[in-house]
């Protein structure tokens, strides 16, 4: 095999993780691999060709002598595809983002009424139940839906699991639908700067929970109940509401109505001033 084919590969692997990460990208055996690398064999032409797709580089100046080629690649480096992010780098992310949004996420742990108006059956409220925990330094939450599609039929249960963080006096709680995998939410918040936390608001954006799915944001509101409740007589009080029961207190069908002023020109939160 030319030596200088297997120097510019050689050159090409160098600006990836490793050897063994381009095998993989590339579906290569790796003993033969090494084969290409170390000059004993060359690849057939259908192999050459895929090789030089992988790198971004032409067949013909794969062979050029090494010199040559290394002033090539030199000049426009960008022709390179860069290594896959690894797991190990995206993980890092995550526990920079989980650290840097933890402060002051302890007081509110517990257990939460969320509130918005139904994406899927217009007119209806629904209440949820939210629980936010610590576990190992960051801060997860569990999100329940109970549905009852009758009166006197059984009730189904949906459930969203998710990470929150505070950032810049905001709370971020992203979840995805456990049970079919079919859906991401957002839910931002104002923070509470009462000394007893009473009520959270702001804006969810999610898909509705019907054939149109349809993405949809609605303003919502959290209603918090403690850290210690009767779990299963709360998730009985879940599912959806007339906004005029009588079993709401008026002010919460109110504060999250999706309503727009003539002034306002994108849907924005409102800030909770009530209790």
Same mark, same amino acid.
């Given at each position: 095999?030319?030596?200088?084919?297997? &120097?510019?590969?050689?050159?090409?692997?160098?600006?990836?993780?490793?050897?063994?990460?381009?095998?993989?990208?590339?579906?290569?055996?790796?003993? &033969?691999?090494?084969?290409?690398?170390?000059?004993?064999?060359?690849?057939?032409?259908?192999?050459?060709?895929?090789?030089?797709?992988?790198?971004?580089?032409?067949?013909?100046?794969?062979?050029?002598?090494?010199?040559?080629?290394?002033?090539?690649? &030199?000049?426009?480096?960008?022709?390179?595809?860069?290594?896959?992010?690894?797991?190990?780098?995206?993980?890092?992310?995550?526990?920079?983002?989980?650290?840097?949004?933890? &402060?002051?996420?302890?007081?509110?742990?517990?257990?939460?009424?969320?509130?918005?108006l139904s994406m899927s059956a217009p007119g209806k409220l629904i209440r949820t139940l939210v629980c936010i925990e610590e576990r190992d330094g960051r801060y997860l939450f569990q999100r329940t839906e109970r549905m009852q599609p009758e009166p006197g039929e059984p009730a189904c249960h949906n459930r969203y699991q998710g990470a929150a963080v505070m950032l810049s006096d905001r709370l971020f709680l992203v979840d995805y639908e456990t049970l079919n995998r079919h859906e991401l939410t957002q839910t931002i918040l104002f923070p509470s700067f009462r000394n007893r936390l009473t009520r959270l608001t702001g804006l969810r954006i999610g898909v509705s929970d019907n054939s149109e799915r349809m993405p949809c944001c609605t303003r919502v509101l959290y209603e918090y109940l403690g850290t210690s409740i009767r779990v299963r007589k709360a998730l009985a009080m879940c599912g959806l509401l007339d906004p005029g029961s009588d079993e709401l207190d008026p002010s919460i069908p109110a504060a999250v109505q999706n309503n727009m002023t003539d002034e306002e020109i994108h849907f924005r939160a409102r800030h909770h001033t009530g209790r």
């Open positions: 095999m030319n030596e200088d084919l297997a &120097q510019n590969l050689r050159l090409l692997c160098s600006y990836h993780k490793s050897i063994a990460e381009v095998c993989r990208r590339l579906d290569i055996n790796r003993p &033969q691999f090494n084969r290409y690398l170390g000059g004993r064999f060359k690849p057939s032409a259908g192999t050459l060709r895929r090789i030089c797709d992988f790198f971004g580089v032409e067949v013909h100046e794969i062979m050029l002598p090494h010199d040559q080629f290394q002033r090539l690649v &030199q000049i426009r480096p960008s022709a390179l595809p860069p290594s896959e992010p690894s797991a190990d780098n995206l993980n890092a992310h995550l526990d920079h983002l989980f650290r840097s949004g933890s &402060q002051g996420l302890e007081r509110y742990i517990g257990y939460y009424f969320e509130y918005y």
